[in-house]
């Protein structure tokens, strides 16, 4: 079966420092994958999706970037974080073919501070 | 663009009761997909039903059913028989086939069951 895997979980990390978090995908080939942003109490903000090996699309312009070194490993990154990079981050995937639905891992709760 | 509205933030129903979630979403397209989602306490994403817009049937989960009117471009989950393990957020998304497959998201409705 398939699963995904996301980390850290938690994640403190003062204004200026760089971020990265990493996501991959097990029992699966080529899959589509993602990333969301969820600020507190709003809904689901599409980030970043790629649909292979370094290929990448953004679809917000921001203070993020995203990368896909391997067919199941999405990595999200930043250079200099910002206040408001603050949030709940979540990866998912797909098998990238209509009706097939966006399987999500546990997602990362970002503090900038 | 396409975007999905869900015009109820906070929503409140008795154990055992039935409530409707509403949904609506704006889109040029003919072909897509809809889904809804959720998100309990835990915050882990769940899927909760999906439908085909070349489907005129209602997608059915045990439970949880939609009214699909696509003419009206309306997507509304009913659950029956509410159970306290349904209180989360629910959220409406969009599937966007020209966008990697990707989900585009409505703001989302947080249920509440009481006993």
């Known amino acids: 079966s398939q699963t995904i895997h996301q980390w850290p979980a938690t994640l403190v990390q003062p204004v200026g420092s760089p971020l990265s978090l990493e996501c991959t995908v097990e029992?699966?080939?080529?899959?589509?994958l993602y990333w969301y942003r969820q600020a507190a109490g709003r809904g689901l903000q599409l980030l970043f999706y790629?649909?292979?090996?370094?290929?990448i699309s953004s679809e917000v312009p921001q203070n993020l970037s995203a990368s896909r070194p391997q067919d199941r490993q999405f990595i999200l990154s930043s250079k200099k974080l910002l206040l408001s990079d603050s949030g709940f981050y979540l990866c998912?995937?797909?098998?990238?073919?209509?009706?097939?639905?966006?399987?999500f891992g546990n997602g990362t709760r970002l503090t900038v501070t | 663009a396409q975007t999905v509205t869900q015009s109820q933030p906070e929503m409140s129903v008795q154990e055992a009761e039935t409530v409707t979630l509403s949904c609506t979403y704006d889109?040029?397209?003919?072909?897509?997909?809809l889904f809804w989602y959720k998100q309990p306490p835990s915050r882990q994403m769940i899927l909760v039903i999906r439908?085909?817009?070349?489907?005129?049937q209602n997608a059915t989960e045990n439970r949880f059913s939609v009214n699909f009117q696509k003419a009206a471009k309306s997507f509304s989950l009913k659950i029956s028989d509410s159970q306290l393990g349904d209180t989360a957020m629910y959220f409406c998304?969009?599937?966007?086939?020209?966008?990697?497959?990707?989900?585009?998201f409505g703001k989302g409705t947080s249920l509440l069951v009481t006993p």
């Open positions: 998912a995937w797909s098998a990238g073919q209509g009706a097939s639905p966006l399987h």
């Open positions: 029992g699966t080939s080529n899959p589509n």
């Open positions: 790629s649909v292979g090996i370094g290929q």
């Open positions: 889109t040029s397209e003919n072909n897509y997909y």
């Open positions: 439908q085909e817009a070349y489907k005129q």
């Open positions: 998304a969009f599937m966007k086939p020209n966008s990697g497959y990707a989900l585009n």
